[in-house]
């Protein structure tokens, strides 16, 4: 980075607006990134500034510009749940569906850190509902491995695949039961959840339960 570059860089993680204007007027490069090559926009997006956001978008920052973990603004918005910057990437035309280095995305992130109204929103944007990562996870399994309730049936209501296996073989109904989320087990049997799903080894969702839990009458729910 050039000194107009670095002050533009500090200006913006430090949200002095004045400061990032005048080096705007100035003709900076909005888009320059950082070692781990990150933007301006990243940073503030991931600390729920909304105003610098705005700004920087209003001036050319790239909303898809990827880090050295293949990372965009809106992963790092969504992650923290901060629900007006993820509308403002969005409608800027954000990948919804972008996924980082281990085709973790944006939906996966607020389902698994329980944020159920950017869940919606990234819905409402088209986010694929069913992606799985390089381990076979979904946003249903990350939500059901965190115990996020709302969530879950966020995603059941838009018709989430409830049956999808990880690279083990396990299932979301799997994740609950072994957790011993009686109130999430009964959710996903209710909504059609198949109980005879086999992982690898062949463990059953009530096999996982019975490791650590013995609530009878959900063990009769996964009979």
Do not use: P, W
């Not at 996903?188 to 463990?203: F, H, M, P, S």
């Amino acid at each position: 980075m050039d000194n107009l570059e670095k002050q533009f860089f500090e200006a913006a993680f430090n949200n002095d607006i004045n400061v990032v204007k005048e080096t705007i007027a100035k003709g900076v490069n909005v888009n320059v990134v950082n070692q781990q090559q990150r933007s301006a926009l990243m940073r503030v997006a991931k600390r729920g500034r909304i105003q610098m956001t705005r700004l920087l978008l209003d001036n050319g920052a790239d909303v898809d510009l990827r880090d050295y973990h293949e990372k965009t603004a809106l992963m790092g918005a969504s992650k923290k749940g901060y629900y007006e910057v993820c509308e403002m990437l969005l409608e800027a035309n954000s990948d919804v569906n972008a996924a980082d280095y281990n085709k973790n995305n944006s939906l996966m992130r607020a389902s698994f850190y329980g944020f159920d109204d950017v869940v919606r929103l990234l819905l409402k944007h088209n986010a694929d509902i069913d992606a799985q990562d390089v381990k076979g996870r979904s946003a249903l399994m990350e939500a059901c491995s965190a115990g996020n309730i709302a969530v879950v049936e966020v995603l059941l209501s838009r018709g989430a695949n409830l049956d999808l296996q990880d690279e083990m073989g396990c299932t979301a109904l799997m994740r609950v039961c072994y957790a011993g989320f009686d109130e999430l087990v009964s959710l996903l049997v209710k909504n059609g959840a198949d109980v005879t799903i086999k992982d690898k080894d062949g463990r059953t969702a009530l096999d996982y339960y019975l490791v650590k839990n013995n609530n009878e009458e959900i063990a009769a729910l996964l009979k």
